[in-house]
């Protein structure tokens, strides 16, 4: 793990920077003490980085729980009692791993997951605008449409105009400059440019901003339009910062209620998240789903412990992750201590961080996800891609994450009954091996999504040294997803010596170069196979 420390640790910086607006401004949108987030941030980077499987997922205090929490909070009667709920939730969050009921998030469509990545690409852009132009009405990690001021998404993006700090304006598209000249000019000249990250050196000018222009009037950058971190006067008011469950509520039904939705609620996300995240990881890993609610109620119970909020994996801090060059959880670890020492040694010089600046981070991050060449990639799919696409993009840009997606899995059902026949089975394996390790893989007339995860397993079970024959002869439907599960898998074959024949109706192919490029190549009259 420590031989790509050059890649992790300035992965760990820009994350480190992402999570920490967001870790304060959902703790302030949950109603809950602002050092709950950052503890929730700092055990979601050590433990539960350490724990899980995944090597560039980053867990944290996720804003899709927010509304729950702060409903909880109330109806429980204090944040005290609320800590028992977290702490539960954790726990039914093991016995979700212990169940290996972790299998549910390989049966949300590539599609799908895919329109939510690029929905909070957009919803971030959307979010960031006003912070950008010193703006800041909302927390940072808002991602609900409705905002709890009153306002709307796009109502915020109308009030600018009215609000601007020029401050503020100044030193975000400062920062913007320095790190698309990092991105796309800098970092291809020389090594000091890809260990020394852009939003880093964004941050440092931000607070060199701040300390000059302290007394230039219209120039400088008030308290509320930077980073606002606790300070505590000494040690015995830093440790007063913690909070502890009041167990003596554990036999209140409400508690148990608010837990299990919680550990419901965080698990759908941590698996959604799971899955986008390998999705986008450009070395292809998979991450084992049952270990990683194991990881996730762990990190739920110890946050619950000492006061944090409930824990999730989260998508923006975890492409931000994938985009800075991390390769494995060691930039996930990192980046929670760089939480835990900066809180606790320079709280004062963090509150000198332009909110502004942290927006344009953000911003670079939110455009990554959401690039416009990936509408024209998914509507040349066909309606049966295109449809649940938009429909969890327009779904979560106009109510929120869990909407969106459980709109575009409706729709996605829809689709496949629309198009899939009945099936007895769908997959049938023949070892044909006679001491060779021969596998042939005969896929039945339908295949859908459905099916994506029982064909996942099978090709992860394949031993070094196969020879794997594929066979299409019979089918007449295969989903893009299992496609796409195909086109993965060349990438291990090489890995673990694996031959792939493919059989199907237009010829025999000895270890394809691209699964889709072989099915977009097809001839009209095989366009069932898609």
Known sequence: MFKTLRSDLPASIVVFFVALPLCLGIALASGAPLFSGLIAGIVGGIVVGSLSGSKIGVSGPAAGLAAIVLTAIGTLGGYENFLVAVVIAGIIQIVFGILKAGVIGYYF?????????????????????????????????ADSFME????????????????????????????????????????????????I????????????????????????????HL?????????????????FPNFSAITNTEVWVVAFTMALVASLET????????KIDPNKNVTPTNRE?????????????????????????????????????????????LLLISVILIPRLLNLIPLSVLAAILLVVGYKLAKPGLFKTMYALGWKQWLPFITTVVGIVFTDLLIGISLGLLVGIVVVLLKSYQNSHFLHIEDKSN??????????????????????????????????????????????????????????????????KLVSKRGIVENPASFIHFFNERPKSDLSLS
């Open 109 to 141: 469509p590539s599609s799908v997951i895919k329109g939510m990545l690029t929905g909070i690409g957009i919803i971030i852009i959307l979010k960031q605008i006003p912070h950008f132009f010193g703006y800041d009405s909302e927390p940072e990690g």
């Open 148 to 195: 709890a001021s009153g306002e709307n998404t796009f109502s915020a993006i109308l009030h600018i105009i009215d609000n601007i700090t020029i401050g503020s304006m100044i030193i975000g598209f400062i920062g913007l400059g320095i790190i698309l000249l990092w991105d796309k000019v800098l970092s291809k000249k020389a090594k000091f440019f890809q260990v």
């Open 197 to 224: 990250q852009g939003p880093l050196v964004a941050v440092v000018v931000g607070i060199i901003y701040v300390i000059i222009t302290s007394d230039s009037g219209s120039l400088s950058i008030l308290n509320k």
């Open 227 to 243: 980073v606002s971190v606790p300070i505590p006067e000494d040690t015995t008011s830093f440790f007063n910062q913690f909070s």
């Open 271 to 278: 698996l959604l998240c799971v899955e986008a995240t390998d």
């Open 293 to 337: 609610l194991l990881a996730q109620g762990t990190g739920n119970i110890i946050s619950g412990l000492i006061g944090g909020l409930p824990i999730t994996q989260v998508i923006v801090r975890s492409s931000a992750n994938i985009q800075s060059g991390g390769r494995t959880k060691l930039s996930t670890i990192i980046h929670g201590f």
């Open 435 to 500: 001491g060779k390790h021969k596998i042939k893989m005969t896929l039945a007339e339908e295949v859908t999504f459905f099916n994506k995860g029982a064909i996942l397993k099978e090709l992860d079970s394949l031993p070094r040294d196969t020879y794997l024959e594929i066979n299409l002869i019979k089918t007449r439907y295969l989903d893009n997803d299992v496609i796409e599960i195909l086109e993965d898998f060349l990438y291990k074959a090489k890995e673990r010596n694996i031959d792939i």
